[in-house]
């Protein structure tokens, strides 16, 4: 008579392995990368950020959308945390510290809008994130715009906001891939 622990590694084993497979088969592939990036503003960098996050190899397109706001997340953290704090101990002109005061205001703003939309693009609901993304692009952008107000200063974080349009888009090209289907 068979004992219970081998009837069930019967049924189990098969539908392990099937599901390995399944996940497998709908990883997205070097040809979806390449066809993603092609359209996002900046191919290089597209193709650095997805292919260096190790995410990327078994997610599916769904996913992808999920790691390309998170590494944005990330990026926004770091600044919100580290850059622009570590630039203020440097700074002594009083509107200097208020426009980069300001842009650590408008990046914790970003990180909620990011953070949002990764919540709903988690959930599928990819107009909603795409709405929420979009207001963080916005006010990414009012940091630089502030200080173009005040010439000749000028962003000591301007490559930071660049970068993060720039990750937005491929966010975008990423969704519109997707609900294009």
Do not use: W
């Not at 539908?15 to 900046?42: G, M």
């Amino acid at each position: 008579m068979a004992s219970p622990i081998s009837c069930l590694s019967i049924l189990v084993i098969p539908l392990l392995v099937t599901s390995l497979f399944y996940q497998i088969s709908n990883a997205v592939d070097e040809a979806f990368l390449e066809r993603i990036c092609h359209k996002s503003f900046d191919y290089e960098l597209c193709l650095s950020t997805l292919r260096s996050d190790g995410r990327t190899s078994t997610a599916d397109p769904n996913g992808l959308v999920l790691i390309s706001i998170s590494i944005n997340m990330d990026l926004v953290q770091t600044t919100i945390n580290r850059t622009i704090p570590d630039i203020l101990k440097t700074l002594t002109d009083p509107l200097d510290k208020t426009l980069l005061t300001n842009c650590q205001t408008d990046f914790i703003y970003v990180r909620g809008n990011l953070t949002q939309g990764y919540v709903a693009s988690a959930s599928k609901h990819y107009q909603k994130g795409i709405t929420l993304i979009y207001d963080a692009l916005l006010k990414s952008a009012e940091c630089d715009s502030e200080y173009s107000t005040h010439p000749p200063k000028k962003s000591p974080i301007s490559d930071v906001t660049f970068k993060v349009g720039r990750l937005i888009d491929i966010t975008f090209v990423i969704v519109d891939e997707i609900v294009s289907k």
